[in-house]
């Protein structure tokens, strides 16, 4: 039975499913009007219809229907309320960092929003402000764009990955999508900030030889930071396993170490950095790969028609030579990152170290109270499902200023 509303009359011819069939509903249906279409089913479902062929629902790759992956709908907006200082994603709310680029936005013309992108000298700059050669570097789409594509160049059906646990939400994504068997490395609850001991690390990569490992450092949401020391040592281990690692810098320079000087003479080791923190861009969806150029090869040859959009382009080769900017504004970012932790410590809230763009405190007893009289002003991550975090809210980094009124809500709700 075809449904009451494709049987009536219908001055407006449509298509409509019905079942697994699709039907063509028309009052001055004739065989003529179709012939063009080939492939049609004179059906003779009644005389205003006409059967056009099975409905095909394509299946995607096995991995991809194996991982069984949900995410979070982005067609549905979840809209964080006007007026509120955004403290729950680590973006940057510095007002300096924001009248700067405004008026970099102003020196962008429109042009830019019609032409396509020439990234040539946008990688030179990118170059000379990191001080390495062009040859090993490649824009991506944020740090997330250089995740994907890290597992897209490495990651078959069945390899092992290596991942930390909690960690940047996307690895396990990709890790499933790409099909690939993880294994993760769980954080230990310790008073001073959660922790992943170096032996299990390197015990790991030595009884595993996973295809990849993807260490963000620091890595988020624990905040921790592996020494150059220690980052050295994985890095060896990886080499002698097979494995490529990708270092996640997506909170550089909140914390100044960076593995780009072990790049030149490792291959199988890739550096993701972001704009979408310290330079407070996270909108523009920019960043990039650190690799050797051998492995960065494989990245240009892959590459989409432009890796980022002419006006990412032009506002990055205006930000990147100003790059002071940002310097300045991870100065205050960390200055007041220092005062919010030293104003929770005097009022007797435990403080965890992170070496990223926010930090932990547990308010124990007056959580509750103390959201309550947070909400009309900020928001930040209340609590968090991981044990290692169990009882901590997490708090982006902002300003000594924009943090005040905060810390005395706090104050007054009593330590
Ligand atoms: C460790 C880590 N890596 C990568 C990202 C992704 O950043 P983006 O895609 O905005 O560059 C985040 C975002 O929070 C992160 O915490």
Excluded at 30 to 48: N, Q, T, V
Excluded at 218 to 231: E, F, H, Q, R, W
Excluded at 281 to 309: C, D, K, N, Q, S
Aim: charged share 20%.
């Amino acid at each position: 039975m075809l449904p009451h509303h494709a049987k009536s009359g219908n001055s407006n011819p449509h298509w409509v499913t019905h079942g697994a069939r699709v039907v063509f509903v028309d009052d001055e249906l004739s065989h003529s009007k179709f012939h063009c279409l080939g492939r049609i089913f004179m059906a003779g479902l009644d005389k205003h219809t006409v059967e056009v062929g099975e409905l095909f629902s394509p299946r995607p790759v096995s991995r991809v229907v194996n991982a069984g992956l949900r995410r979070p709908d982005s067609r549905k907006s979840i809209p964080r309320p006007d007026g509120l200082l955004l403290l729950d994603k680590n973006e940057n709310t510095d007002p300096e960092l924001k009248a700067w680029l405004d008026r970099v936005q102003t020196r962008i013309s429109a042009v830019s929003l019609s032409t396509y992108p020439d990234l040539g000298p946008l990688y030179s700059e990118l170059s000379n402000w990191l001080g390495i050669p062009v040859d090993q570097l490649v824009l991506t789409t944020g740090s997330d764009g250089a995740i994907q594509r890290t597992f897209e160049m490495f990651v078959e059906p069945n390899d092992a990955v290596l991942l930390t646990q909690p960690t940047f939400a996307m690895y396990q994504v990709y890790a499933n999508s790409f099909g690939a068997r993880v294994h993760c490395l769980e954080y230990e609850r310790t008073e001073s900030a959660p922790k992943l001991d170096l032996n299990r690390i390197l015990t790991a990569i030595e009884e595993l030889h996973p295809r990849l490992f993807c260490l963000p450092n620091p890595d988020s949401p624990t905040g921790n930071v592996l020494s150059l020391t220690d980052l050295d040592q994985v890095i060896r281990a990886c080499g002698s396993a097979g494995t490529v690692l990708l270092i996640d810098e997506a909170y550089h320079p909140f914390t100044p170490i960076t593995a780009i000087p072990f790049v030149a003479s490792n291959p199988h080791v890739l550096i993701a950095r972001t704009f979408s923190k310290a330079w407070g861009l996270a909108g523009l969806r920019t960043g990039y790969l650190v690799g050797h150029p051998e492995t960065i090869e494989w990245f240009h040859r892959t590459r989409p028609m432009y890796e980022i959009g002419e006006y990412a382009n032009a506002f990055l080769s205006v930000a990147i030579r100003e790059h002071a900017e940002m310097t300045a504004s991870v100065e205050r970012l960390t200055a007041g990152k220092i005062f919010f932790a030293e104003s929770m410590t005097s009022l007797g809230f435990e403080m965890l170290a992170s070496g990223g763009n926010f930090q932990h405190v547990a308010f124990g007893d007056s959580a509750s109270r103390i959201h309550s009289a947070l909400r009309p002003f900020a928001l930040y991550r209340a609590d968090s499902d991981f044990d290692c975090l169990r009882g901590f809210s997490r708090f982006s980094s902002t300003t000594r200023d924009l943090f005040s009124p905060i810390v005395n809500v706090i104050s007054d709700c009593g330590g």
